[in-house]
């Protein structure tokens, strides 16, 4: 029986980017929150009017603390894939 191993084998990061996530900014993290809820709301067929607002809120988020070097462009690139469902070309 094999295993998977959790890790790339070529970058030797783990495979799960969630780490990412972690220690975010508190204003970029409200902004994440608000932002996967409203996707929530979409993805359930729910009328939900400030979703544009939430998108644009936490692109700027993002662009602000990457920017001002409080996340990397690691972490702010798997956020704009995850939460903005973005493509990184």
């Given at each position: ?10 970058t030797?990061?783990?495979?799960d ?28 067929g729910?009328?939900?009017l ?40």
């Open positions: 029986m094999s295993l998977a191993s959790p890790y790339d084998d070529k030797g990061l783990p495979k980017k969630s780490y990412l996530e972690h220690g975010l900014p508190v204003f970029l993290w409200e902004s994440v929150r608000q932002m996967d809820a409203a996707w929530k709301k979409l993805d359930n729910e009328k939900y400030r979703w544009d607002c939430d998108y644009c809120n936490l692109q700027s988020d993002i662009n602000i603390a990457e920017t001002n070097g409080q996340i990397s462009t690691e972490q702010a690139w798997y956020l704009r894939e995850k939460y903005l469902r973005m493509e990184r070309i």
